[in-house]
């Protein structure tokens, strides 16, 4: 692609992922990755549009009925869409109905924009993530066969051992830090056809592990604080995003420096 695309307008289609966590603001809204592409897009481009849809906790099912019309509805240049993901992290799941929606969401986004892109969303090294790894790896095959039939772009981030680097990670070992967010936007920006500012790839400097103890702390915080009431809410149908508006549901005017609003 050429270095002097022009892109005026983008939205962002998705989940918590897209929201923006756990990239914390010290207002405590979450700006993210989709937040950084948007404020570098509009520093090219006079009067740059950006709507960003994503809602944390969304299934592929509520994605495709709650953004997906809406965002095809906008005509934006560049749309973003990544979900799917918290299907396969559910206790059980129909992966033949995932497949569909994604299906239907992309035939629906495709031809209303000018670039669609879709995403091998990161994956944290762990023994959480293991027992579901085989069901992202179908997914993400899937995406791959979508974006092919459908001239859509694919950003790979599975497939970036820096990203599953446990100090990419928040806390609560779902979502990624300021850092990762940061890598994500530059890994869209280059997809885009834009000059690469950096190595988003590009994996830490080495770093001497904790130790025994601190990691059964850690492991203990974590199982307390986020483990558990994740697999609460996965048990009985709940999501944390329940009766959450979009932060930003309009296809709207948007500055360079301009803060994500309160989520």
Same mark, same amino acid.
């Given at each position: 692609?050429?270095?002097?695309?022009?892109?005026?307008?983008?939205?962002?289609?998705?989940?918590?992922?897209?929201?923006?966590?756990?990239?914390?603001?010290?207002?405590?809204?979450?700006?993210?990755?989709?937040?950084?592409?948007?404020?570098?897009?509009?520093?090219?481009?006079?009067?740059?549009?950006?709507?960003?849809?994503?809602?944390?906790?969304?299934?592929?099912?509520?994605?495709?009925?709650?953004?997906?019309?809406?965002?095809?509805?906008?005509?934006?240049?560049?749309?973003?869409?990544?979900?799917?993901?918290?299907?396969?992290?559910?206790?059980?799941?129909?992966?033949?109905?995932?497949?569909?929606?994604?299906e239907a969401s992309v035939e629906l986004l495709a031809p209303s924009c000018e670039r669609l892109v879709l995403m091998?969303?990161?994956?944290?090294?762990?023994?959480?993530?293991?027992?579901?790894?085989?069901?992202?790896?179908?997914?993400?095959?899937?995406?791959?066969?979508?974006?092919?039939?459908?001239?859509?772009?694919?950003?790979?981030?599975?497939?970036?051992? *820096?990203?599953?680097?446990?100090?990419? +990670?928040?806390?609560? !070992? %779902?979502?990624?830090?300021?850092? #990762?967010?940061? &890598?994500? /936007?530059?890994?869209?920006?280059?997809?885009?056809?834009?000059?690469?500012?950096?190595?988003?790839r590009a994996e830490l400097p080495a770093a001497e592990p904790p130790g025994w103890a601190v990691r059964r702390v850690?492991?203990?915080?974590? *199982?307390?604080?986020?483990?558990?009431? +994740?697999?609460?809410? !996965? %048990?009985?149908?709940?999501?944390? #995003?329940?009766? &959450?508006? /979009?932060?930003?549901?309009?296809?709207?005017?948007?500055?360079?420096?301009?803060?994500?609003?309160?989520?």
């Open positions: 692609m050429e270095m002097n695309v022009r892109y005026t307008s983008f939205v962002a289609v998705g989940d918590s992922f897209s929201e923006g966590m756990s990239d914390l603001l010290p207002d405590g809204s979450y700006r993210g990755w989709a937040d950084l592409l948007a404020a570098r897009l509009a520093a090219r481009e006079p009067g740059f549009r950006y709507a960003n849809l994503a809602v944390r906790g969304k299934l592929i099912g509520q994605i495709a009925e709650e953004q997906v019309p809406a965002a095809a509805a906008m005509r934006a240049d560049v749309v973003t869409l990544v979900g799917g993901l918290n299907d396969t992290l559910r206790p059980k799941v129909d992966m033949g109905r995932v497949r569909d929606r994604l091998r969303s990161p994956g944290r090294n762990g023994p959480v993530m293991e027992r579901f790894r085989p069901r992202m790896e179908e997914l993400f095959l899937f995406i791959e066969e979508l974006a092919a039939r459908h001239g859509a772009l694919v950003v790979d981030l599975y497939g970036a051992p *820096a990203l599953g680097d446990q100090r990419m +990670w928040d806390v609560d !070992r %779902l979502h990624l830090t300021a850092e #990762g967010h940061r &890598r994500v /936007a530059e890994a869209v920006w280059q997809t885009l056809g834009l000059p690469a500012e950096e190595d988003w850690r492991d203990l915080d974590f *199982a307390r604080q986020h483990l558990l009431p +994740w697999i609460g809410r !996965r %048990l009985t149908g709940r999501s944390s #995003g329940d009766g &959450r508006p /979009a932060k930003r549901p309009e296809l709207l005017p948007y500055a360079p420096h301009e803060d994500s609003p309160v989520s």
